[in-house]
């Protein structure tokens, strides 16, 4: 992963207050690899298929070539012209399945994982992907504002996205951990990453207090700021008999198959005499 910070806005537009829109980070497929679930990731494209209510995040590893420190070890090593054309047209094949794959979901955009390819011309597999889907690529971290519209009224939803760092997570507190962490860094709503293969959504179990001035009575009001927290979940199985796997080199546990989801709504509140939109959110953890 390279670093690269992308924010955006989104814009979302509701019909009425009674409209709905899901949103599904999708991510950590590892296509390709033995252990990639096939029968698993054909059923979720099954139950999404034709869902035009739903919006979608890639968070990085659709495939399982080349992790970051291969690919630095090619960078140190070199290669010639010729073995990288040819590399660059293997890992092309793939990138093209892959854009087959994800051709049926709408899009906010993609996000790069540590499982990626660098091609001669400075461009990455993932990179190549948003452009054959024609979506925006999201580097390796992303700040979203979700621009939401219903009948004129307008409000925001901010949501951040970041492939996620380090080893594998032992511990479902630990993933917990690096998402409460990553608070320090962001003011956000929906706090999103993969990476270790948990899959997850809850709301943070405290809520953050700040004074806002009241427009009326010029007095301060506290406001509390809800947080939800996200793991994206995996299509990598775990201990298969008889098969190698580095979740058993480093006795990691398995995880469960399955992508949680973010059902958002709306709804009109009333705040200092004035009546404004309110984005509402629901975790939905589908059964594995």
Known sequence: MDGLFVPITNPITFRSLSDTKTILH??????????????RWDRIKAKYRGRKDLLCIGMGDYWDFSRWSDRQSI??????????DWLDDKVMDDVKAMADELGQFKWIGLLEGNHDWDFADGSTATSRLADLLSVRYLGTCCYICHQIECQGCRTTLTHVCHHGIGGGARTIGASINSLEHWTKAFRATIYAMGHDHSSFVLPCTYTPLFGRINAKTHEVDIVEHESWFLRSGSMLRGYIPNERSYIATKALPARRLAYPELRIG?????????RRLKATIEGINPAS
């Not at 960078?75 to 990288?84: L, T």
């Not at 709306?266 to 004035?274: A, K, L, M, S, W």
Request: glycine share 18%.
């Open 26 to 39: 999708l991510g950590d497929l590892h296509y390709g690899h033995p252990g990639f679930c096939a029968t």
């Open 75 to 84: 960078r140190r090593s070199g290669v010639g012209s010729s073995a990288q």
């Open 266 to 274: 709306i709804q009109r509140t009333r705040e200092d005499g004035v």
